[in-house]
């Protein structure tokens, strides 16, 4: 439809090769989200979730929270309280905190308190089929009331860039992909890798 109202457009009215531009992105961005859909079926939340990880309480200083953020690549955290998530801390309210109330002000005065959460054998398709990584870059993972892993946006990304290189891999199975991708690289541990924070 994109290639016809170009066409069209190239003879006629140039208001169509705008429409042929906004079909043919919405076409794209269809496909790339079909794909994705396809590449993830079939394998659980724990083979895409982050087991090492900083957790933060609510008591902590956003000033704290920023110099971890500087620290090293994590940018959104979970708030925990005796080892159970009680809120997010996400990257664009730590800044709108500091920004709003300054680096003295705490965590919990700007965590996300009612989020969703996932469990470790959930399928990562229909697990995300409500689109929740849209408005949470960051969702716990939880078993038994605990917090075992992050499924973040970033790793999901990492995930689907790991599948397609071994799917060009000659010998990485074809259209047994899930399969190999399974035994090529085995799922986290079920007990996340807390790092305890230095500040």
């Known amino acids: 439809m994109a290639f016809l109202f170009a066409f069209a457009g190239l003879f006629g009215n140039p208001m169509l090769l705008f429409i042929a531009l906004f079909v043919w992105m919405g076409a794209s961005s269809e496909m790339g989200a079909a794909q994705a859909r396809s590449a993830l079926a079939g394998l659980p939340v724990s083979h895409a979730m982050v087991t090492e990880f900083v957790p933060l309480h609510q008591t902590a200083t956003l000033g704290q929270a920023a110099r971890h953020v500087l620290a090293g690549s994590q940018q959104d955290f979970p708030v925990l309280d005796d080892g159970r998530v009680i809120g997010l801390l996400e990257r664009r309210h730590l800044l709108d905190g500091l920004t709003r109330l300054g680096?003295?002000?705490l965590v919990g005065d700007v965590m996300?308190?009612?989020?969703?959460v996932l469990t470790?054998?959930?399928m990562l398709v229909p697990a995300l089929a409500g689109q929740q990584l849209?408005?949470?870059p960051m969702l716990p993972v939880i078993v038994e009331g605990r917090l075992?892993?992050?499924?973040?946006t970033d790793n999901l990304t990492e995930l689907l860039l790991i599948k397609s290189a071994l799917g060009k891999n000659p010998s990485g199975g074809g259209s047994n992909q899930s399969s190999s991708f399974s035994r090529a690289v085995p799922p986290p541990l079920p007990r996340a890798g807390l790092r305890q924070p230095a500040l």
């Open 148 to 152: 075992v892993g992050l499924l973040t």
């Open 134 to 136: 849209q408005e949470f």
């Open 120 to 122: 470790p054998g959930e």
């Open 103 to 105: 680096p003295e002000a």
């Open 112 to 116: 996300v308190r009612d989020f969703p």
